[in-house]
């Protein structure tokens, strides 16, 4: 059976509870017998969160494997009782420097790099790698849209 995705975005004002919320139904359908992995994608374009000033972003999360997260991560493995991965956690810089690496390594054969389809791409390579052996990938977009 295919992965489901959900998406949990907000409005304009961040730090509504977004992060707690897909936490939560990530438990809920964990107590259904699905299995569960999450992701926080957000719009900065730093790299990740470890180098950024913690009275602007909040604390940091740090992974098993050692990566600067998200404090969402943090809830995330705390409510659905997983470990998670640096790649649970996507940024808008992340996403752009991947694609830069691989334009400098000659993936894309010469062509030019535009946001459609390299960026999406990349976006959508993001989210699809979560999907094996998962029942449902929840997927939280920080941020604000205003």
């Not at 972003?57 to 969402?72: I, R």
């Not at 956690?89 to 752009?96: A, D, E, Q």
């Amino acid at each position: 059976m295919a992965a489901k995705y959900i998406f949990v975005t907000g409005g304009v004002v961040s730090g509504l509870g977004k992060g707690i919320t897909a936490a939560s139904l990530g438990r809920l359908l964990k107590a259904r017998g699905l299995r569960v992995t999450m992701q926080k994608f957000d719009p900065y374009l730093n790299v990740d969160p470890g180098t950024m000033n913690p009275f602007q972003h909040g604390e940091v999360f740090v992974t098993d494997d050692g990566a600067e997260t998200d404090l969402d991560l943090g809830h995330y493995e705390r409510f659905i009782d997983e470990s998670l991965s640096q790649n649970s956690n996507v940024t808008s810089g992340r996403i752009y420097y991947n694609v830069i690496q691989k334009e400098r390594n000659g993936d894309y054969g010469g062509s030019t790099v535009q946001v459609i389809p390299h960026i999406t791409n990349e976006i959508k390579e993001r989210i699809s790698a979560t999907r094996d052996n998962v029942d449902v990938a929840i997927i939280e977009v920080g941020g604000t849209v205003g």
